[in-house]
T-cell receptor, first 114, second 114 residues
């Protein structure tokens, strides 16, 4: 089944404790992206990747890192999480980087930073 | 830069009644427009998209939307809703012909009342 998977689905952590949220897609998509969803703000893009080893900042990149060493994986790294990063995170992928390509979203990771 | 406004944060509607979810956009260039649906505890799923051509776009699950350039709107409609349509709906806009850079609205929660 074609899908985007994220792990973990739920995570509670404390300020400053490094964490990684994994994202994997099995559709051989070139483009991958991370979003955060906050009430009243909709989805905002954190980082995106056009292909392996090619990443760039989205609208709200502060406090996050990403890497794209393999085509299928696009982990989101929070080196020193803070409470304002408590949010619902979505990974998405599409065949290419064109905005005519449909984005497929993962199920989301709900992160709470205490 | 593009922006999108969803005028209603919540829309309650009785089952089998029609519904319209409103979306207005702002852009100085040609745009692509999208509607996504998010069912509880799931990621976003593309409902429909307008790229060019016919201004009436049909999507999945009986939804349709009409692109109105003069009113800069892209309202989503369904003639008869079902309980299973209860979800949050996001309008999104992107610069036409650009890369995968999509700006999302804040979402409209559709609550279908039995």
């Amino acid at each position: 089944e074609a899908q985007v998977t994220q792990n973990p689905r739920y995570l509670i952590t404390v300020t400053g404790k490094k964490l990684t949220v994994t994202c994997s897609q099995n559709m051989n998509h070139e483009y991958m992206s991370w979003y955060r969803q906050d009430p009243g703000l909709g989805l905002r893009q954190i980082y995106y990747s056009m292909n392996v080893e090619v990443t760039d900042k989205g609208d709200v990149p502060e406090g996050y890192k990403v890497s794209r060493k393999e085509k299928r994986n696009f982990p989101l790294i929070l080196e020193s999480p803070s409470p304002n990063q408590t949010s619902l995170y979505f990974c998405a992928s599409s065949l290419g980087g064109s905005n005519t390509d449909t984005q497929y979203f993962g199920p989301g990771t709900r992160l709470t930073v205490l | 830069a593009q922006s999108v406004t969803q005028l209603d944060s919540q829309v309650p509607v009785f089952e089998e009644a029609p519904v319209e979810l409103r979306c207005n956009y702002s852009s100085s260039v040609s745009v692509y427009l999208f509607w996504y649906v998010q069912y509880p505890n799931q990621g976003l799923q593309l409902l429909l998209k307008y790229l060019s051509g016919s201004t009436l776009v049909k999507g999945i699950n009986g939804f349709e939307a009409e692109f109105n350039k003069s009113q800069t709107s892209f309202h989503l409609r369904k003639p008869s809703v079902h309980i299973s349509d209860t979800a949050e709906y996001f309008c999104a806009v992107s610069k036409a012909g650009g890369y995968q850079k999509v700006t999302f609205g804040i979402g409209t929660k559709l609550q279908v009342i039995p």
